[in-house]
Nanobody, 121 residues
Framework: QAQLVESGGGLVQPGGSLRLSCVVSGALFMIYDMAWYRQSPGNQQRELVATINSDGNTDYIEFVKGRFTISRDNAKKTLYLEMNSLKPEDTAVYYC??????????????WGQGTQVTVSS
């Protein structure tokens, strides 16, 4: 059973930066497409934010394009999300998970605990 451990969140002012990490254990990390999701206050569903496939190709939702960068280190079994020019609307709990190549469904269960990102002055 895979285990997902996210870290790197915190309180940051608008315009600031954070780097999130997600360590994946119990799975052959390198073969999986991976993604970052977030759950904003008051929302019951997680929103897909960024994806990176096993070949390193990336994609982003429109709102974060040019500000966020997803990357992976297969040797360390770690997924990253570099977040710059943060906005209050980016406030959320951020989670990582695999992403099914054909279905787009999250791959691993259970989810990790997530890491809280709060953007506020």
């Amino acid at each position: 059973q895979a285990q997902l451990v996210e870290s790197g969140g915190g309180l940051v002012q608008p315009g600031g930066s954070l780097r999130l990490s997600c360590v994946v254990s119990g799975a052959l990390f390198m073969i999986y497409d991976m993604a970052w999701y977030r759950q904003s206050p008051g929302n019951q569903q997680r929103e897909l934010v960024a994806t990176i496939n096993s070949d390193g190709n990336t994609d982003y939702i429109e709102f974060v394009k040019g500000r966020f960068t997803i990357s992976r280190d297969n040797a360390k079994k770690t997924l990253y999300l570099e977040m710059n020019s943060l906005k209050p609307e980016d406030t959320a709990v951020y989670y990582c998970n695999g992403r099914g190549a054909r279905t787009g469904a999250p791959t691993f269960a259970p989810w990790g605990q997530g890491t809280q990102v709060t953007v506020s002055s």
